[in-house]
């Protein structure tokens, strides 16, 4: 089984920052991508950002060059820094970690982010 559980939300004002962190364990071997995903009110979930064993990254349009996902391999933790933010990205953002060319994905239970006044 795998555990990915997320932390670090909350409520901030517009161009704070914030870094969320999701802890992963159990059978995480085979798991060759980590990625960050958010759900906002009334929306579809969205891929945020995403990173590689090998370390190549990618990004949403909408976050590039503001967030930066990062892994500690021997923490088993990844990261999202989250800076200049927006209402916009006012979301619950979850933790997900996938085998490459399978279905096989896992999820975390998700963190609310809220960026408001």
């Known amino acids: 089984q795998v555990q990915l559980v997320e932390s670090g939300g909350g409520l901030v004002q517009p161009g704070e920052s914030l870094r969320l962190s999701c802890t992963a364990s159990g059978s995480i071997s085979l798991i060759n991508v980590w990625g960050w995903y958010r759900q906002a009110p009334g929306k579809q979930r969205e891929l945020v950002a995403s990173i590689t064993l090998g370390g190549s990254t990618n990004y949403a349009g909408s976050v590039k060059g503001r967030f930066t996902i990062s892994r500690d391999n021997a923490k088993n933790m990844v990261y999202l820094q989250m800076n200049s933010l927006e209402p916009e990205d006012t979301a619950v953002y979850y933790c997900?970690?996938?085998?490459?060319?399978?279905?096989?994905?896992?999820w975390g239970k998700g963190t609310l982010v809220t960026v408001s006044e």
């Open positions: 997900n970690g996938r085998i490459s060319s399978t279905f096989i994905n896992y």
